[in-house]
T-cell receptor
């Protein structure tokens, strides 16, 4: 059974600081996704990581994937208030010819001015 | 359509009534997923469709919950005899189901309140 663990589950930080959210998963997978959810809104895709060593960056967010360690990180550089949201990672599970994403519990990020 | 459309966006119902939630996926997306999200919580998987069939319905919490998909497109999630614990946001997502690089695209959700 594929399990996905995120930590921390809650993070409160000051603007301008750097921090990292971790996503561990229990069995081999070839793809990992990061999503963002603003309060009262739906989820929107941030990054798709398709291979070992993959790194994607968008503004102050950078995601990386280490498939050997079964670990992805989402790094926030010089945080700003607008990045306050809940961040989910999800790992691809293939069953026969079908695919599902298995989700982490989410990390609620609050960035204080 | 251009995105995943869910209706209604909000639904208030009395305990014991039945409700139907609708999801219209992205045109051409063969896979469709239903999730439930309680306030401040993560995603609770309910059911998954590939075409019109449901390979995985393991997440349906009780036999009061059912879902169908017709024509490989629109899906309806039905909750019978609603209970207060059914109050949550119900999210629908779709994907291309094949090579699946893009992951899921989510709808805006239906906020269900049972009073």
């Amino acid at each position: 059974e594929l399990k996905v663990e995120q930590n921390p589950l809650f993070l409160s930080m000051q603007e301008g600081k750097n921090y990292t959210i971790y996503c561990n998963y229990s069995t081999t997978s070839d793809r990992l996704y990061w999503y963002r959810q603003d309060p009262g809104k739906s989820l929107e895709s941030l990054f798709v990581l398709l291979s070992n060593g993959a790194v994607k960056q968008e503004g102050r967010l950078m995601a990386s994937l280490d498939t050997k360690a079964r670990l992805s990180t989402l790094h926030i550089t010089a945080a700003v208030h607008d990045l306050s949201a809940t961040y989910f990672c999800a790992v691809n599970l293939r069953m026969d010819s079908n695919y599902q994403l298995i989700w982490g519990a989410g990390t609620k990020l609050i960035i204080k001015p | 359509g251009a995105g995943v459309s869910q209706s209604p966006s909000n639904k208030v119902t009395e305990k014991g009534k039945d409700v139907e939630l609708r999801c219209d996926p992205i045109s051409g997306h063969t896979a469709l997923y239903w999730y439930r999200q309680s306030l401040g919580q993560g995603l609770e998987f309910l059911i998954y469709f590939q075409g019109n069939s449901a390979p995985d319905k393991s997440g349906l919490p009780s036999d009061r919950f059912s879902a169908e998909r017709t024509g490989g497109s629109v899906s309806t999630l039905t909750i019978q005899r609603t209970q207060q614990e059914d109050s949550a946001v119900y999210l629908c997502a779709s994907s291309d189901g094949g090579f699946f690089v893009g992951g899921y695209t989510f709808g805006s959700g239906t906020r269900l309140t049972v009073v």
